[in-house]
């Protein structure tokens, strides 16, 4: 290290705080180095240390402690007492035995379980039936009316010391209980002069004014002339300076809807709250189909239901579940509820988006798309969220085959930055024939999303008599592909170092 070529490049409150520990026999708080030293504020301290230490002149060592304060309950307990306290003290006025309905006379009815509970814990008392629950106070119970618990010596220090460091073993019995106690970490600095430091001053050095910043103004009125001008160190540490960019799935959206635009296809969007007639029955989704049961759909309060305007089909949707109606199936084989159909949900799927584009234009050609939000009712956990995306598209042209539908995955998905691209049969219950998309990605195959042809049972009735080419995948799985991300979580928790650091695709 070239001390004399540091000492030059020393701003003033980095001299200062190196004079300042000298002062202090080499190390001290950020709140000593402001106290003894030449400073304003304490984030001139902290910055110039934080210099000092990237040149290696200091360290700084931070250590965490554990404080504490009181909590709305605290605050109340010190008021009017702890609930075991108050009903110590009714039962001995009921000469040492009460029955459990007199504590509402001192508790509030959520305080009651909590003081039996504290009572029993500490010996206070005595709980016996006959017809009625008594409480009968012990000799532990008498001796603790007239002294002072732990648990109340605790509260009164932390009402006359906020924010104060206390043992554990004094503290836990009263952050057992909720709102009581407010627990705190503080993180503490200790700034050290190293040995590189401690040569800096041994060398020694003066604090002069001097210019640390070239301006217009001081290069017009020529003071660069008569003042020492600090010299810059070109490979000093300076901190990352991050610019506003889009949130990595809102650009993945964005490369999506592009993707599609190039490929001639047109946007859609649709509602967030759908009918179970459009969202499922017209989808030949049957009425008894486990997708429907609570537990995997969200049904909607308000509104309960959503009234099906469109009789006609509704009869034909009807017609097609019982027995297949025109077409050559023979449908479910059960009586169609219209009640059924009237049901308000959040839509489970952006197909409901499509299958109505189709009705209101049966004609071709078409090449729609969509990415919208869709919900279903799943815990939480690494690869299920209750609401993601889904990104669903169609082609509806007249002689379109199962190949055309395989060319166009394969386009996308190369466009998307999957070279190696397969397909295997699977099912869906609105399209025949079915299949599912996997890539080649980290070693491994990935299932992205599924696709088919949409089944006579979903077409005819709504008046499209060409095939009809659907697909649809998840847009939060493929980001975990392209992001390298394990926990889907991890997409919607705001972590800024990690969307400061991500690249635009």
Not at 59 to 72: A, P, Q, W
Not at 160 to 168: A, L, Q, S, Y
Not at 219 to 235: F, L
Not at 428 to 440: A, D, L, R
């Amino acid at each position: 290290m070239d001390v004399d070529k540091t000492i030059k490049e020393l701003s003033q409150n980095e001299k200062k705080v190196l004079l300042t520990l000298k002062k202090l026999n080499g190390k001290g708080s950020p709140e000593d180095i402001l106290k003894n030293g030449d400073f304003n504020q304490e984030v001139e301290v902290m910055n110039a240390s934080s210099w000092l230490q990237s040149k290696k002149l200091v360290s700084i060592e931070e250590h965490i402690k554990t404080v504490y304060s009181l909590g709305k309950e605290g605050k109340r307990f010190l008021e009017k007492g702890l609930p075991e306290k108050r009903a110590l003290k009714l039962i001995y006025e009921k000469k040492g035995k009460t029955i459990l309905k007199d504590l509402a006379v001192s508790l509030e009815k959520n305080e009651i379980p909590i003081a039996i509970g504290w009572l029993k814990k500490n010996d206070w008392a005595n709980i016996r039936k006959d017809k009625e629950t008594f409480l009968e106070i012990t000799e532990k119970g008498k001796k603790a009316l007239i002294e002072e618990s732990d648990d109340e010596k605790t509260l009164q220090l932390l009402k006359e010391n906020d924010n104060i460091e206390i043992g554990k073993n004094k503290i836990n019995s009263l952050l057992s209980r909720k709102n009581v106690i407010k627990e705190k970490d503080i993180i503490t600095s200790t700034i050290l002069l190293t040995e590189n430091g401690k040569k800096a001053l041994e060398k020694g050095f003066e604090i002069k004014d001097e210019i640390s910043q070239v301006t217009s103004s001081i290069i017009k009125n020529n003071e660069w002339k008569s003042n020492i001008i600090r010299p810059y160190d070109i490979n000093a540490f300076a901190p990352a300076v991050y610019g506003g960019k889009p949130h990595p799935l809102v650009d993945l959206i964005s490369k999506i809807r592009q993707i599609f635009l190039e490929m001639g296809f047109q946007e859609i969007q649709g509602d967030f709250v759908e009918s179970c007639f459009w969202n499922m029955d017209v989808l030949f989704i049957p009425q008894d189909h486990p997708a429907r049961e609570m537990q995997d759909t969200l049904y909607c309060k308000t509104p309960s239901k959503i009234k099906i305007e469109e009789k006609q089909l509704l009869n034909e949707i009807a017609k097609v579940h019982e027995n297949g109606g025109t077409t050559s199936s023979t449908g479910w084989g059960y009586e169609f509820s219209r009640i059924e159909g009237e049901r308000a949900l959040l839509r489970t799927h952006t197909t409901v988006n499509t299958i109505r584009y189709l009705y209101n234009n049966p004609k071709p050609p078409s090449k729609v798309f969509s990415i919208g939000r869709v919900f279903r009712k799943e815990n939480i956990d690494a690869t299920h969220l209750p609401e993601f995306y889904q990104i669903e598209g169609i082609v509806h042209e007249k002689d379109t085959n199962f190949r055309q539908l395989i060319g166009v995955l394969k386009e996308f998905y190369k466009r998307i930055g999957f070279e190696k691209i397969r397909f295997r049969p699977g099912y869906f219950p609105y399209t025949e024939p079915s299949m599912e998309v996997e890539v080649f990605w980290n070693d491994e195959w990935m299932e992205l999303g599924g696709s088919g042809i949409f089944r006579p049972e979903v077409t005819e009735p709504i008046g499209v008599e060409n095939p009809v080419l659907a697909w649809g995948l998840g847009l939060e799985r493929l980001a975990m592909l392209k992001f390298g991300v394990t926990d889907i979580r991890s997409l919607y928790i705001s972590d800024l170092e990690w969307l400061r650091k991500k690249s635009l695709i």
